[in-house]
């Protein structure tokens, strides 16, 4: 099926099901321990072996030699497999750094070695004596430095725009601004780390691991080890969370096949934690500087927004500059990104790429603006509201509610109780109230299911859609029930299967309407089936109360199944709504936090989020989706940053430990709104993401709220103490 | 993790003696520290000496009017105790605001006093790091030193010691005793149980190999309002970016330790001294000697202000 005119009414709009608070389908195999994650596949009938990897110890070079005799007669020690003995290797389309193959050290943490022994603790034991004579090589590990030979990427990255006559309207405007912003290098820091299995059945190879894109990684792994794509299975029902970091093959699934042809034993291999940090991906840091003027009424007329980011030869940009293309209007405007060469490891996609750091500068600048306009920055946020792309503005938002965000949420949080700068106490508490945006692009991948009917009337979903904690089973087999007329608990769903056809994935926020957009077609197509089966005449049937109606005959699903069941298959792919319309997805957050007046620490005591974002189609999963994401924001704000040793090249908080992601007592009262909305131009389901939506423009209303408590204003991530005692008032 | 052998002890004697028959044997308690450095191979013991078999984990009075904390006197056990609450808050307060309920439910007395630092090079065994390894360098210097030590550092070492126990411990002026490997009882006041840095940061304390800590003993109390103050990024499961651990009377004179600064809890009697002056002298004289990095000269801002903090809280 192909989405290319917006929808009219469908059998989703009966919202007998989609759209209603159910709990999770799977979450009581998730609380009860029974929801297989890829490490804990486990048959006591199968000789799993143990695969530990041995990562780079320097951050660039060549490796002239490795010594692996001492790992070898080890302990316990089946297999030693190392990137020389496995030469060069293809990379895989979705990496930038090579994963596995080779004597080239790119970053710190690369993987050059696994050993695989009998048990875990063996292999690790004898990890740890293969020795490594490497030639160290100079690199660039600081972005400040590098990004003064920072070059323009290729056009396909979209690194310029421009509209008007950004410079003589700044140079003209009543009221500027001109600052410069940072964001640090941030980790994912999932729970659930990299992990696979790998198992041999003659030239074919069974997977199991932990991806939230099941067919990029079975093709990458394909190329990787020059193995025919269709041999390989891979299957990845369960996912401990991903937040990007799962998007792209991973060395664990490499290491975990190669180990198992060299043991010929299936073999487990996960990741290390200090390997998640260095082996595999990252959010860059970028540098960010944002130039605004407006005319004293408050009209922005000239924006500008610039950034660095820095990542491995051949590698992307951070488009933290994405947001400001669209957010606000103004009539002179431009953006521009630059790439800087940095042999760090390689930084890719992190839960809103782009917006998220983007707006963790744009929405201080905002409010910095508003302040010099004298304006309440909730109403210089609404007085900037486009309704039109501003670069384009032939380009209409399919819907766009900005504004309706803005103005409930102030309403709710009681925004007007805000006091001034460093005017508000709460005994040592410094009080203060912050406000930003929330803006995400929508974005639609083809994505393809399959569906069953069996003559139990039972429905089965089959469709390598992946659930990385999301709810994708749960909204995908709604929207089975509510096309087919069936109560929940007669739909299955089966998920994350390269067997299954190929779905959107998780990712992007794309994965909640793309999938279930997927599913809708497949159930169109099964409708189509029955109907024909039975010989109704598909334009007036009825799918409802598990029977198929038509006129005045109903016959139920079972029946109607027949002895062999009944199949539906299709794929949603997407026609050019997305270039005629703008879709976007909307919010805003009100944060109120406290500093306290001798340490400067900040902590969160309420936060509020109205989202924006078409048809909910759960509102239980999507709240928590949307207070997730602002726990996120939290750390993004107050703590997360992995901290560059210019020197050796690396992250050197590598753990859970150092790297501190926020803890049950930084997160006060979560309050998530949703405008009651649809938005037909973005699919049948009228949905949108979300999942990404929550997280941005977190960061800076939190920031806000410091600098309105404190009067500190920081323009560097994340908002720690040292970065605020200077300002704050002397302590008897 | 290497292969070790593993033993449960029969006595306080015969752990001492098998412990001080290998240097590469240790004792473990909790295991909560020993255990996450041994997968690391930063310790990397052949031989275990398991000590939870032999009691230790009672607290008592003593005839002195103070308390004895059996060595195995597990951290949540401690910070409940209703003696402990009444009379040394300062003491429950500080164990309160360390790790996690869990960790604190098998974390002993002797074992958090023997915590090793928590610098981001000592855990990642491809950096120099002359406390790990002896002569190979310190990463730390002129790297990522935000959490590090300000005070009594050395060329060599600019680690913290990241208990919170052992700062409530020195402002208390606890006692660690202990039984040597030849039998002997000894007594060593915790203001000398911690080494500086110096040339030598692998040797933290001033036990020999084997000895082993039986109990900590704390004097008489000593009333005064009890306050530990614990700064950090997050709000909880963080070690100290700085802690202060104070004792402050009604005069306003008292004691003062600090965490999160030295390589041991940091006290000092010219510090003590000038309490009742108010946060900035006590500070000026507690940090005279300071040498920190860029990263973490924040640290002599927020010792000062912390204080102050505290002395309001005490005199409030
Ligand atoms: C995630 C995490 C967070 C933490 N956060 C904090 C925190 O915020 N604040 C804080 O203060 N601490 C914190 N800790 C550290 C914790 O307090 C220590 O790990 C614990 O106190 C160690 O006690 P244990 O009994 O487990 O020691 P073990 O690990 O068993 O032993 C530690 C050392 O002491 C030696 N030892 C033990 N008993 C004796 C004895 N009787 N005589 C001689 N030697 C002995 C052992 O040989 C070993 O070298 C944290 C730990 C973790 C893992
Ligand atoms: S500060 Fe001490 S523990 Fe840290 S790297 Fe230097 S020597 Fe090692």
Redesign the interface.
Known sequence: MKFDTPATTNPIDQLKVVGQPIHRIDGQLKTTGRAKYAYEWHDTQIPYAYGYPVGA?IAKGRIRSMDVAAAQTA?GVLAVVTTLSVGDREKGKFNTAKLFGGDEVQHYHQAIAVVVAETF?QA??AA?LVKVDYAVEAGAFDLKEAMKTAEKPAESQQPDTAAGNFDDAFASAAVTLDETYTTPDQSHAMMEPHASIAAWNGDEVTVWTSSQMIDWWRSDLATTLDIDKEKIHLMSPFIGGGFGGKLFLRVDAVLAVLGARAAKRPVKVALPR?FMINNTTHRPATIQRIRIGAERDGKITAIAHESWSGDQPGGQLETAVAQTRLLYAGANRMTAMRLATLHLPEGNAMRAPGEAPGLMALEIAIDEMAEKLGMDPVQFRILNDTQVDPEKPQRPFSHRDLVGCLKLGAERFSWDSRGRPGARRDG?WLIGHGVAAAFRNNLVLPSGARVRLNREGIVTVETDMTDIGTGSYTIIAQTAAEMLGLPLDKVAVHLGDSRFPVSAGSGGQFGANSSTSGVYAACVKLREAIAAKLGFNSADVVFENGEVRSGNRSVPLSQAAGEQGLVGEDTMTWGDLTETHQQSTFGAHFVEVGV??????S?IRRMLAVCAAGRILNPITARSQVIGAMTMGAGGA??EEL???T??GFF????L??Y?V?????IPHQEVIFMDETDPMSSPMKAKGVGELGLCGVAAAIANAIYNASGVRVRSY?I???KL??G?PE?? | MRVFTYERASSIEAAARAAASSPTAKFIAGGTNLLDLMKLEIEAPTHLIDINTLGLDTIEKTPEGGLRIGALVRNTDLAANDIVRRDYGLLSRALLAGASGQLRNKATTAGNLLQRTRCPYFYDTNQPCNKRQPGSGCSAIGGFSRQLGIVGVSDACIATHPSDMAVAMRALDAVVETVKPDGRRHAIPIAEFHRLPGDTPHLETVLEQGEFITAVVLPAPIGGRHIYRKVRDRASYAFALVSIGAVIQPDGTGRVAAGGVAHKPWRLEAADAELAKGAKATSAALLADARPTEQNRFKIDLVERTLGSVIAEARG
């Not at chain 1, 306290?596 to 620490?601: K, L």
């Not at chain 1, 926020?662 to 930084?666: G, L, S, T």
């Open positions: 110890s302990p603790e690790r034991a740890a200090p040592n306290d007046v001798a340490t400067g620490e902590r107050l703590s901290a560059v040793d020197r050796r050197v908080n590598h753990d430990a150092g501190e926020p803890v049950h007592a930084d994340p720690t103490l040292d005692i200077g704050l302590i008897a």
